[in-house]
């Protein structure tokens, strides 16, 4: 990471040779080195960074602090977009937005045949269907349900604890001639208008 000849340990050294070391390889000035601390066992990731960064001089710091603003700047020239320590903070966020879109109604031109009802026809057919989440119509039903599955109250039946994005109504039905020259009439076949249910 660092393009200096100083090699950086994870465990902190004494105040003399840290002195001896930063005065051949770095032009900084050098703050005094805070007394080495215990390393106890912390839980959380940023607990542990936070007592390794403590044990560095605030040189070490500026350096380590430059270095990574240097990287990001030839990130941006050569034409990145983001940050290349967090490589997919992009698509995180993009698969949250993802999940809480609302449920509405879509559409899509598809051919009979892969309607998956067992029709060979070319005639094509708009299909309306129904996408998104039901977050915001969770009911006291819903609410209850989850917390009697928890307490393995229902066990075996297949129940839902959350609403589900489906059709209210339907459109027309819809009339095709097959590969045979057959007439056919599908009903229910596309959404009209859509809801959690």
């Known amino acids: 990471m660092f393009n200096g000849s100083r090699k ?29 601390r215990a390393l106890q066992h912390h839980s959380s990731l940023l607990s542990q960074y936070s007592s390794l960064l403590e ?7 500026r350096q380590l602090i430059s270095a990574l603003v240097e990287r990001y700047s030839q990130a941006m020239n050569s034409g990145g977009h983001e940050l290349p320590l ?13 999940r ?24 094509t057919v708009l299909f309306r269907y129904c996408s998104g989440t039901c977050e915001a119509a969770v009911r006291s039903y819903d609410l209850s349900l989850k917390s009697m599955r928890s307490r393995r109250r229902i066990k075996k039946e297949k129940v839902r604890a959350r609403p589900c994005c489906r059709p209210l109504a339907y459109d027309d039905d819809v009339s095709f001639l097959d590969a045979y020259n057959r007439y056919y009439t599908v009903n229910e076949l596309s959404a009209k208008e859509c809801g959690c249910v």
């Open 8 to 36: 950086y340990s994870l465990l902190p050294s004494s105040p003399s040779s840290s002195r001896a070391s930063s005065s051949s390889s770095s032009s900084l000035p050098v703050a005094p080195r805070r007394s080495p």
């Open 55 to 61: 044990s560095y001089t605030e040189g070490e710091i």
């Open 86 to 98: 967090f490589p997919r903070a992009g698509s995180r966020r993009k698969r949250a937005r993802a």
């Open 100 to 123: 809480h879109k609302p449920c509405a109604l879509k559409e899509l031109e598809v051919s009979v045949s892969e309607l998956g009802l067992g029709y060979e026809s070319d005639e």
